[in-house]
């Protein structure tokens, strides 16, 4: 099966998070040659597809089978394949069935490989992502299993296919401010405390400020605000309390603890209180590392384009690899209509990308 037929049927199978639709039975059906570990959690399914060729390095590639509900705006099924004008046009197009297919092909190719080739596959990526990658890692750990090396082939690529690969990503950081005032008559300002006047004080120091100068690979990490409220929606009661949420994509200059220090710096001996919720850790594998070098020198062979090494972008199941101490890599498609109506990948990517896959096994 050609890399882009491979791809259509996987976008016909209508996995939203976090069903399969039995894509897993598939993907075990066409890699026949391969072994399987099945790990299924709280309804999440997880696959390791692997083939020991010999003694060797642990090479892994990894991605998921399950896709964002696909919305309206359609013009076609979002399940039903098209190829229009050189595109291909499916939900999971460019997120990540593409990778995956890409993924696949070479894997099953491949007749020779010094060490272990594998695929994991979870179902559950775009959601909480709790029963998902981390699940099979932490199996793989125990068992003895783990790989050395991965890819995990989401989309990466910005403006041409193959500017881009990720060596890292940010980490995620959610907090929740609550400030305690005095309720009381608008009329009356000086029987109230009102939290509003005190933090707008406050958010001169804090709205938008670098909390680190960033290095090589991270840009500096950012306090964003993302909500403010207080007050019942009328113009003659001093709130008594202000709700204030933001969001650090983080370095690895910048940790929870310092982003403690920081808000405490500015509301220090104030009545408040803050939650910090740290969704994901940054992480960031060496420049030198044999996969960020092995793979570079792929693209620039198959498509005569040297990437930028990345960390931009929001989180990904790289970040589970990372935790493990696995140097891992991201390279895809271009990344322009994810989650998007209409989404799509042109084919010419799909063929490519396999290439760089099947000339990454070869170098290795």
């Known amino acids: 099966m050609s890399v882009v037929d491979l791809v259509k049927k996987l976008i016909s199978f209508r996995s939203v998070t976090p069903n399969d639709d039995g894509a897993m039975e598939f993907i075990e059906q066409y890699l026949e040659d391969f072994e399987v570990i099945k790990l299924d959690v709280e309804g999440v399914k997880n696959r390791l597809f692997y083939k020991e060729f010999g003694e060797g390095e642990h090479l892994c590639f990894a991605g998921h089978i399950d896709v964002v509900p696909p919305g309206e705006g359609w013009e076609s099924d979002p399940f039903v394949p098209v190829i229009k004008e050189g595109y291909l046009y499916g939900r999971g197009a460019q997120d990540m069935k593409s990778g995956l297919g890409a993924a696949i092909n070479a894997l099953k190719s491949t007749q020779d490989f010094r060490g272990t080739l594998s695929l994991l596959v979870t179902s559950d990526e775009e959601g909480d992502a709790k029963h998902g990658t981390v699940e099979m890692l ?44 005095l309720q009381g008559h608008a009329a009356y300002p000086e029987k109230a405390k009102n ?145 998007a109506p209409n989404e799509r990948v042109f084919t010419q990517e799909i063929e490519s990308l396999e290439s760089v896959f099947k000339r990454l096994i070869e170098k290795f």
């Open 138 to 181: 932490r199996y793989l750990k125990e068992t003895g299993f783990m790989p050395d090396f991965a890819v995990v082939a989401e989309p990466t690529c910005e403006e041409k296919f193959g500017d881009a690969i990720k060596i890292g990503r940010r980490g995620s950081i959610n907090g929740v401010i609550e400030k305690m005032g």
């Open 195 to 339: 939290p509003i006047h005190i933090v707008a004080q406050v958010l001169p120091h804090i709205a938008g400020v670098d909390l680190d100068e960033g290095d090589e690979n991270f840009a500096p990490s950012k306090f964003v605000i993302t909500d403010i409220r207080a007050g019942m929606e009328v113009t003659n009661v001093t709130p008594g309390k202000l709700k204030m949420m933001f969001n650090v994509r983080n370095s690895t200059k910048t940790t929870l603890e310092d982003i403690k220090a920081f808000v405490d710096r500015y509301f220090h001996g104030m009545d408040y209180s803050l939650v910090l919720n740290q969704s994901a850790k940054p992480f960031v594998t060496d420049r030198e590392s044999k996969i960020v070098k092995t793979i570079v020198q792929s693209i620039k062979e198959i498509v005569d384009i040297t990437p930028k090494l990345s960390t931009a972008g929001g989180t990904s199941d790289a970040r589970f690899f990372g935790e493990f101490g696995v140097d891992v890599v991201e390279f895809g498609v271009r990344n322009d209509t994810i989650h």
